[in-house]
């Protein structure tokens, strides 16, 4: 009985990768990042939060300047303890600093949140699905880097202008209320927004090189809250000291957002380019120590 040999099937050629699409682009890995950012329950909670401190933090000091007012024509308070009516201490000039003033609380919850979304990758090891789908370290943890800055910026510009406008409808019960044209007002509600993004790079610069999220918190409120309280303490011991202490990140942050500076201190602009400085020099060292490291 003949059988029939049924011909062998023709060698497959090896399929072709698609040479279609623009591939990995910086663009693309930005968006990504956008998502992570927006897409996930916690993050989106700490940021309302960090709004609403800040906001509620203006309106209690808004309040209190309208109390500090009203003690002015009080005769029963004491003449030692009325607040003065003209120059830095008067609650006049106190109220051009509202829309800023839940910056010190703002700047804690920013530096929190950029240290968690960088560190907690290490920690859960989605970092090694990051670097298989962007193979060059630089651009996916710059791309990182570029998304906390602009969430952190629109997070102090808006906390900042809802500051000021929350802060008008109390203030004006005694005549404490201000344009938002005031010389050197709106630029500080724009630098709030700025010196934010700027503790986001710094932040986030800390978790990079520690890939720890709790060394990272750490570090970062010892470099913006505990180090100026210690150089503080001890700048008496030397002259040199308060004159240095000028540069250190948080004091250079509230000249940034500061409406008038005064004469032996940096201005906004100074203050700023300190701010940067800090912020450019530790993402720099996290980029190459991050590309020197295993994942």
Not at 33 to 44: A, F, G, L, M
């Amino acid at each position: 009985m003949a059988t029939s040999i049924s011909p062998a099937p023709a060698q497959q050629r090896p399929r072709q990768p698609s040479t279609t699409g623009s591939g990995v682009t910086f663009g693309r890995v930005l968006r990504s990042e956008w998502i992570k950012v927006t897409t996930v329950p916690s993050t989106v909670i700490l940021i309302a939060s960090t709004v609403v401190v800040m906001v509620g933090l203006a309106a209690l000091f808004a309040w209190s300047l309208t109390i500090m007012a009203q003690s002015i024509n009080d005769p029963s308070v004491p003449a030692e303890f009325q607040a003065p009516t003209e120059g830095p201490g008067s609650a006049a000039f106190q109220a051009l600093t509202t829309p800023s003033s839940g910056l010190v609380f703002g700047q804690l919850l920013i530096a929190s949140l950029a240290v968690v979304l960088i560190a907690s990758e290490w920690a859960t090891g989605m970092i090694r699905s990051t670097m298989v789908a962007v193979p060059k370290r630089t651009p996916a943890l710059l791309a990182k880097a570029v998304i906390v800055a602009v969430v952190a910026f629109l997070v102090g510009f808006a906390s900042a202008f809802l500051s000021y406008l929350i802060a008008q409808l109390i203030l004006q019960s005694e005549n404490l209320d201000f344009a938002l044209t005031e010389d050197g007002v709106f630029a500080s509600v724009i630098n709030t927004g700025t010196f934010l993004a700027l503790v986001a790079v710094i932040s986030m610069s800390i978790g990079i090189l520690l890939r720890n999220t709790a060394g990272g918190v750490v570090t970062a409120v010892g470099i913006f809250f505990v180090l100026p309280i210690i150089v503080q303490l001890i700048s008496g011991l030397a002259d040199w000291i308060p004159d240095a202490a000028r540069f250190l990140p948080a004091d250079a942050g509230t000249q940034m957002v500061a409406v008038t500076t005064a004469d032996e201190a940096l201005t906004q602009w100074e203050g700023g380019l300190v701010m940067g400085a800090w912020a450019l020099v530790l993402l720099v060292v996290a980029l190459i120590t991050a590309k020197k490291r295993d994942v």
